[in-house]
């Protein structure tokens, strides 16, 4: 993993407002933006998901540092990660059995209630209370089947991205890598890149001082692009599992 391309022509820009130009070419991508940053601002990330909407091609590769957002403000990656739902059918057939078992108890606990009840106003008899332990047998038998209810799972969740994406992990989070994921790239539409040290974030694109380079040389945006295809398929460095992260981002009832 790793690149040297010499001999391309480009444009090199330092100072404030080095994502001008930048944002304004990915706003007008026809047909795919691939993004290398390991920060991020909703409100860039909000950018790529109505690209998405339009049907562009979005890839991103980032780090485990993905969030930038204060107070009551959407999680980014909460936007990122779907969470998807399976009923199991038979599950939900074995507990709308176990409701009817427990509702028929219950019908039948309520009648020999009242009939023990009847029976002990009529006979004045406190042998009747013997009467109740069948009900109180019924109650327990109820409140297992309730129980059971409450606790059988119907639901099985499994989580997909809205858009192609890797979260690296970086060394402070992970001691299996020393590399952690600092390179901007920015590649759009397979003709325009950008590199330097401005990140995918307001700060970054508006008013920080950083250095961009933007070139179009076909040879350049062909190595750039390969690079990024083996840092999104093939780069081995310890990532987020998103199944695992889902998990951790959501709730899963279990029926």
Known sequence: MGMFYNGANCDIYIGKGAGKKLLNDIKNARHSVRIVSPYLSPSLITELIKFRKKNLDVELITSDNIEDFYGHY??????????????DDVAVEKREKWKAVSKILGYIGFCLFIIVIGLAYYLKDIKVAFGLIPIVVILLV????????????????????????KVYMSPDQNKLSDTFIHSKIYLIDDKIAYLGSLNFTSSGT???????????????????????????NHSHLPERDIQLWGKQLYKEPIN
């Open 206 to 232: 508006k008013h920080n001082y950083e250095t961009r380079i933007r070139t179009e040389a076909p040879k350049a945006i062909k190595e750039i692009k390969e690079e990024m295809y083996r840092l999104m």
């Open 74 to 87: 959407e999680k980014n990656i909460h936007k990122l990660i779907h969470q998807n739902r399976q009923i």
């Open 142 to 165: 109820i409140k297992l089947y309730k129980n059971k209810i409450k606790n059988k799972r119907i639901y099985s969740y499994w989580y997909s991205q809205l858009f192609p994406f």
